[in-house]
């Protein structure tokens, strides 16, 4: 995993205001909590932490740094976003030591071109992260895959990646990550049988319709049946 830092500072637990006024100041309200620690509540400027999303993704280390030299280091644990204006409104950090094992997810990127594509197939990745357990600094930022020797009809399952002696893996060893399958034919509707009567369609001309159905809009009925008259 990625480590970099971010300047914190302190806040008090407040009401609905004074979170919007940090917010105002360009900052975005957070807590820490983990590792043995009470909560604390702090804040981040939201422009540092935009940045850090968009170069780090999804999983890093993250040392919040306060004035004084105190470091709490940390990983985000959860943030929420206001959905009209896209913008962070509060951040969930969890406090880590970096000598004990953390569980994270990690994507997964295919490499190379499949050779079962050259013969007609289909390219599928089924499964796009993988749970894992380490140490957070041999945590690696996302996994590569190479897929150029897959075949059609051949898969890569869990049980094939290979991420060394100092990572775990938890998801499951049998779930397909990639596999090279024939491309989907729709089937052509059947074709109607010659004589068989079609739904909706006006009998022939000088023919009665089937016992029990009404006449097409339009057509004189059939000598011998009855006539429906409204009334009045």
Known sequence: MQRVA???????SGKHGKLSALRR???VPAVVY???????????????FERI???????AII??????????????????MNPIRDTYTHVD????????????????RPVGTAIGLKEGGVLEHSLYELEVEALPLDIPDYLEVDVSELGLKHSIHVAD?????????????MATVFSVVAPAVEEAPPAPVEGAAVEGAAPAPGTAPAPGTAPAPGTAPAEGTAKTVSKK
């Open 6 to 12: 971010i300047e914190a500072v302190a806040r008090e």
């Open 25 to 27: 100041q360009g900052f």
């Open 34 to 48: 983990g590792h043995g620690m009470t909560a604390m509540s702090v804040a981040v400027p939201v422009r540092a």
């Open 53 to 59: 999303r968009r170069t780090t993704g999804e999983s």
């Open 63 to 80: 040392d919040l740094q306060f004035e004084g030299g105190k470091i709490m280091t940390t990983v985000v644990h959860e943030y929420q």
């Open 93 to 108: 950090f969890l406090s880590i030591s970096l000598d004990e094992p953390l569980t994270s997810r990690i994507p997964i």
């Open 161 to 173: 990646l290979k991420l060394g002696d100092k990572v775990r893996v938890l998801t499951s060893e």
